[in-house]
């Protein structure tokens, strides 16, 4: 029994858990584009996005503000906000929503920090309940090696650098993604969640993904185009003005 | 001394430690008179040699300024605000309030959990769902609660800052018109205040009062816990306890 809220939406939601380095983005992405050309309507959440909330985690965060329990909190803000604003929406209109995270990062995150488990599962009881929930297990020296590759440095949170394992941001890192995967692993039966196997090749991963997701897509409701590509490929145009337009909506939104 | 107490879990870093300060916190609905009797009692706990933190709502460095540009947007749902205020909460308890328990001083709290439980019980948040996030904050050594009734606000509210759009309840509630929805917001809020009032042993201070018969009250209430302090004596006020305030 996952802690969440299991009402009847006419949607899907779809989501990805991992350490960092396990590749669960590059899937969720594979995932989306496949999705929209089927024709369905989908909709993209990603961790931390809030417009509302992340400028004070980003404040916290660039002034080292963020202890244990405001770090928890800050997090449980935004993505209270994704669920009311985007995620419940979408799913009541019946699209498919795809998220990045979603709430046992918060578990894992928190619980390595400190924070009371009971006490996560329970503020976060107005999450709704996903309709499969990915976890890409990878081992963690492949995942280091992945994040290391060509990266200099570590941010003072990402590398965990608050929990004072390390004065030394790789180390450090290394061992926060270490006690987040064995949170990780604690969690795959509660919160049913299916395990990938990261290590194998993309094509692999993203096809047995799809494979699972398929059997849920029955009755979900398709996007109307609206007819652009036909309209365009009709009058010979390519539609350069249709990126700018739908650039400045996101910059609006 | 006293052992530092939780409503629920201990949060981590923070727990199993005495604190020779003591919290005072004083609750009550937009209007009733709290920011001046705040500034009397900051003076004369300050005359009777107690040093004094006051602190309030929104007053954090991490998510005032967060909660005061959102506020303004309009569109947020109940879960969003409460964890922001619980964020804003938790940062001055961290970074504020422990400190100054711990040197020893009397931590004056315009408004504590009890104003956030009230406004998000009206606004529909689940009361279990609110207590469980609190369950990190501390357990106050005195709760103030200044009561009046609707009749008392309106004046005041009219006479200061007029009708607020959050404390009129414009958020979720819909009526005729601004003065109807803040009658209908503040009466639901006073009920809520009463039944916290109750469950949680406040000090209830009848607010109906002039302000020096107020100040008599609140004096009288907060006394014993300054003189457990240590504090110099000072002739208790004529004031006689107030009485609770039956919920109408």
């Not at chain 2, 981590?12 to 008179?33: A, F, H, K, Y």
Request: hydrophobic share 40%; proline share 5%.
């Amino acid at each position: 029994m996952t802690p969440f809220r299991s009402d009847e939406l006419a949607g899907r939601l779809f989501i990805v858990e991992g350490i960092d380095g396990s590749g669960k983005s590059t899937q969720l992405d594979l995932l989306h584009k496949w999705l929209v050309s089927e024709g369905y309507l989908v909709v993209f959440s990603e961790w931390n996005s809030s417009p509302i909330v992340k400028g004070t985690t980003r404040r916290g965060k660039k002034r080292h503000l963020l202890s244990p329990m405001s770090f928890s909190l800050i997090h449980a803000a935004d993505f209270a906000n994704r669920i009311h604003a985007q995620i419940l929406p979408a799913l009541q209109a019946g699209a498919i929503v795809l998220a990045d995270r979603y709430a046992c990062t918060a578990f894992a995150r928190d619980a390595v920090r400190g924070v009371s488990r009971p006490w996560l599962h329970r503020l976060y009881s107005f999450a709704v309940k996903p309709t499969v929930a990915f976890y890409f297990d990878v081992p963690l020296e492949e995942a280091i090696n992945r994040i290391t590759e060509g990266r200099p440095t570590f941010k003072y949170y990402e590398a965990g650098l608050d929990l004072h394992l390390s004065d030394e941001p790789e180390e450090s890192f290394r061992l926060y993604q270490g006690l987040i995967q064995k949170e990780y692993e604690q969690m795959l039966d509660e919160f049913a969640l299916v395990k990938m196997d990261a290590t194998e090749p993309l094509v692999v991963q993203q096809r047995k993904m799809r494979d699972i997701v398929r059997p849920h897509l029955a009755g979900v409701k398709r996007a109307d185009s609206g007819g652009v590509q036909e309209a365009l490929h009709e009058a010979g145009l390519r539609g350069r003005y249709l990126e700018e337009a739908a650039r400045r909506k996101d910059v609006q939104a | 001394m006293t052992a530092i107490r939780f409503f629920g879990e201990p949060p981590p870093n923070i727990s199993g430690e005495t604190l020779p300060g003591r919290l005072i916190v004083v609750e009550g609905t937009d209007g009733v008179g709290r920011s001046t009797h705040i500034s009397l009692l900051k003076e004369w706990l300050e005359d009777r040699g107690v040093a004094v933190l006051d602190t309030g709502l929104t007053r954090s460095e991490l998510a005032g300024p967060g909660i005061k540009r959102a506020k303004q947007g309009h569109t947020l749902d109940p879960f969003t605000l409460n964890l922001f205020y619980a964020t804003d909460f938790w940062d001055r308890l961290e970074r504020q309030i422990v400190p100054a328990l711990r040197a020893g001083m009397v931590a004056l709290a315009d408004r504590y959990i009890f104003s956030l439980i009230a406004r998000a019980a009206v606004r529909g948040v689940p009361l279990e769902w609110m207590e469980n996030l609190y369950g990190f904050a501390l357990v106050p050594d005195k709760v103030i609660y200044l009561d009046v009734d609707v009749e008392q606000l309106l004046p005041r509210v009219i006479g200061s800052t007029g009708f607020d759009y959050w404390e009129s309840g414009q958020d979720f509630l819909r009526g005729p018109d601004v003065y109807h929805t803040f009658v209908e917001y503040q009466t639901r809020l006073l009920f809520e205040f009463r039944y916290l009032a109750s469950r949680h042993q406040f000090g209830v201070i009848d607010a109906r009062g002039d302000i020096p018969e107020v100040f008599r009250s609140i004096r009288y209430e907060i006394e014993p816990v300054i003189a457990s302090m240590g504090a110099d004596e000072a002739p208790l006020p004529r004031a006689k306890r107030s009485r609770a305030r039956t919920t109408t």
